[in-house]
């Protein structure tokens, strides 16, 4: 792998803007601040988690995980299960349509450390609501209520739901759900501001989420769009809901949690140069390395993530056509090297938010 010396100006911007986060509490479970990572299907794992919170993020879910996949021991299910003992606030993830066997696979998680179980409620994936499970609870408000009722029963460890709005738009019912899972004990609900239906087409509806959030009893996590550290700065100083969910922005500004700390003047505001990205890949290439045993998938995994961190940077259509021709992990990072060593220090990157972006996920 190629050397890289990085100089510690980073760290010193890092620092900085953690110490501008406070500490919260949402029904019983502490974050260090909050905005949080959602969830998202492929990405947050170990390595990404990690990296996102050292770089601000005041906890994190993981990716979606299959009940029936831990109940049958599942090779692959069980990495997904993995929580590193650095990682602190972790949330894992449960799917599935069964009551009996969301409890048993919950049982499972709870001794695997995690801070908090949730429960997939928006998935609209095919795969997963042909199944009943995923956004197909939002048809089935009497099952979804059996099956918090039976993991309730099971775990000791605190439970919370990632929702949407509702099937489809004449179908809206978050707010008979956030009732439901205040009568439930449940200690919090993330609420993604698109219906079923939607997908991931148009924006998310901040108004619905605000009028649920101020009626209901239990806090509500508001999630969706939040893509620019102005509009993150706006939701937290006006907002009704307590705690927020960044999914997709963070993968294209790795430093969205950090920038949405810093004050909202230009004169203070803090810039990330072309370096400070490499070295953002640099450590979660370290952090795939000890994570990840097949090859394969680390390459995969970087490259993924290499297109997102370069996009808005001059020429990454250029390093995105390359990517695909290198083959090996350690031939990405060192052509990772070489792009960003060529940025002059004070390119900034330009992203347009109201182009589609990752319109195909599980939640
Ligand atoms: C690629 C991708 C994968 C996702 N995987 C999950 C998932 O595993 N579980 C979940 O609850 N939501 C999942 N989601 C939904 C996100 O957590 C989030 O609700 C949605 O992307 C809106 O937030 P954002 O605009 O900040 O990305 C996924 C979304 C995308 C784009």
Redesign the pocket.
Known sequence: MMEYNFSNKLQEKIDFLNQKKTAIKLGSIHFSSKLLL???????DVPYRLLMQDLGSGGS?T??ISCHGINYNNEKTLKMLQINKAEKNVGI?LFGENPDDMARASVFCEKLGPHFIDI?V??PVKKVVGKGAGAALLKDLALLQKIIVAVKKNISIPLTL?IRTGWSKNEIVAQDIADMAYNEKIEFICL?G?SKDQL?SGY?NWDYIELVARNAKLPVVG?????SARFVREKMQTSSCPAF?????PLRNPFLFLQSYAPDTPDHQILFTPLDHLEVIHKLYSNMLKFYEKDRILEIQLKKHALWITAGFPGASGLRKKLFTLKGHADVHDYLVEYFQLLEDNISKHINHDLPF??????
């Not at 959602?38 to 947050?44: E, G, N, R």
């Not at 999630?223 to 893509?227: E, Q």
């Not at 969910?245 to 922005?249: E, I, P, S």
Request: charged share 15%.
């Open positions: 959602a969830p998202l299907a492929s990405i947050t879910v990716e979606l993830q997939n928006g998935c990632k993604h698109r991931y998310a999630n969706g769009d939040l893509h969910m960044l999914g997709r922005g990752l319109s195909g996920g599980h939640g």
